[in-house]
């Protein structure tokens, strides 16, 4: 990872072409016992040997920064704005089965404040699909923030969470995301954020998170990532009837809305 965020830096001011490469990119993972269990920690999942829906996500990560790297992908990587995911987790994966993921990039469309895409990122065991991810990105063209408060009220709260400040960093180190904006107030401000904040990643997971041994064996999470979590920070979560939804403590102002279906 070190070396392809190097790539990245490099390749910034790269001319790059308009259209999304026709490709796909593979690996194969076995889980890392000790890696899951930091994984778990840091995102408030209980250890056990079954994986957090989340998870393939962070394994899947490398080939997608692969994908973004490479001269033929429209977009450094630097800068985009990850506004949605959504998940699918066919059955419960367990620790021991080995993965072979694959991701692609796909649906380049117009969006309202600039390009969006979305990587794929899939998992089979044996050739059976057991899990899908669906990341939307968006390519700024333009000043504005890609999130807007629509002046409701948020939802009462289910719990409150407070959000260390290195949390970025921890993040970073299970994860592999070490993205400039995550990880020091002084790094964020050289990208254009006022502050460190959260992996977006991050905060759906710990939304899962709370909702485990809630889930049914297999569903669909879906969430819009909004303004994002400064840190040090506290938070709001809140869950009904299958709608969740994370807000600033004290102002209100939406991080994250999600759905489980």
Not at 156 to 179: E, F, L, M, Q
Request: charged residues 25%.
């Amino acid at each position: 990872m070190k070396g392809l965020y190097a790539r990245i830096a490099l390749g910034a001011i790269r001319r790059r072409p308009d259209a999304l490469p026709d490709r796909e990119l593979t690996r194969s993972v076995e889980i890392d016992r000790h890696a899951l269990a930091a994984y778990d920690r840091v995102c408030g999942f209980r250890l056990r040997d079954e994986l957090p829906p989340t998870y393939p996500h962070i394994l899947a990560f490398p080939l997608a920064m692969e994908l973004m790297a490479s001269s033929d992908f429209p977009f450094s990587p630097l800068g985009l704005v990850h506004i949605g995911n959504r998940i699918e987790q066919r059955r419960p994966l367990r620790a021991d089965e080995r993965l072979d993921l694959r991701v692609r990039a796909e649906n380049l469309a117009d969006h309202e404040r600039g390009t969006q895409f979305e990587l794929v990122g899939e998992a089979t065991v044996d050739g059976e699909l057991v899990w899908r991810d669906i990341s939307r990105y968006l390519h700024r063209e333009g000043g504005g923030s890609p999130a807007r408060r629509d002046g409701s009220d948020p939802p009462p709260p289910t719990a409150i969470w407070t959000v260390p400040g290195d949390i970025g960093r921890r993040y970073a180190r299970v994860s592999g995301d070490a993205n400039p904006i995550h990880l020091h107030g002084l790094t964020a401000k050289a990208f254009g954020q006022p502050g460190a904040i959260a992996h977006g990643m991050w905060t759906k997971a710990r939304c899962l998170a709370a909702l485990e041994g809630t889930l049914p064996d297999a569903y669909t999470a879906d969430v819009r990532f909004k303004l994002p979590i400064r840190i040090p920070g506290r938070i709001a979560f809140s869950f009904s009837e299958g709608e969740f939804a994370v807000h600033d403590a004290r102002s209100g102002k939406p991080h994250l809305s999600g759905r489980v279906s």
